[in-house]
């Protein structure tokens, strides 16, 4: 008797239990809009946070809640942002594209050595041993792991241990921003073509003896820029982003050692692949 007692109250407080969980799923359910699943199968899938966002999932969300552009989908490209647009009915955004630059030039043909690295070859690795073996310490190292982590083939590595970036294929990732060990990848707006290869601080003949492409602090492209859009801080010259509108080749023209120069395609740091050093195609 105790038993069916036991078994009728337990049924009891089971179909309760289920009657108490179905109202408040009732009451409590969220509505989804069934185009968040349409909209991140359209996405890249990457979860890269290019855009801002922690991953594809709530970028879709956010896009059809209308709070961003298709277009802020940097990995996506114009044709992801294009068929994002056209199924949400929307502006796919005019969002200017980013790509990956090097600013050294200081190649294994122009740059000294002070040491030999014997060890797993991998920039982070080197740079945990005295800062690499590279006589720059503000240098390439050369191993590569920027194309090792590139999942888009736009980077490979010259002969003389530079990275060449294809703007083409480059999304604008961050995974090589992140993974050099001497921050000398930055990602920049493809319409800014005025670069400054060079990361040392240090000045005139010291650094000669170090690198031959070394910006030497003369400061000439500061003067035969635009007003303003150079100054020269650390004994570099830093461009205002601000009035990169006024960017004109003419500042790269009376650079002594060529550390400031003037890209529009394949960013090149390699003189055996292009016949003239910092040339681009």
Partial sequence: MEALIAIGFLTI???LLGIVLAIANSKLKVFEDPRIDVVQDMLPGTNCGV???PGCRLFAEEAVAGHVQPAECRV?????AAIVADFLGVDAGDIEKEVARLM???GSDVAIQMADY???PSCQSAAAVSGGSKGCRYGCIGFGDCEMICDYDAIVMSPTGLPIIDPENCTSCGDCVEICPKNIIELRPISQHLLVQ???ELEGDEILKLCRVACTACAKCVADAPQGLLKMKNNLPVINDELIHLQVPDAIKRCPTDAIVWVEGIQFGDTRLTGKKNVVR
Avoid: D, N
Avoid at 76 to 80: F, I
């Fill in 104 to 106: 050294c030039a200081g």
């Fill in 198 to 200: 060079c990361k040392s």
């Fill in 51 to 53: 855009c801002g966002l």
């Fill in 13 to 15: 407080l089971t179909s």
């Fill in 76 to 80: 996506g490209g114009p044709e992801t």
């Fill in 118 to 120: 014997i060890g797993y």
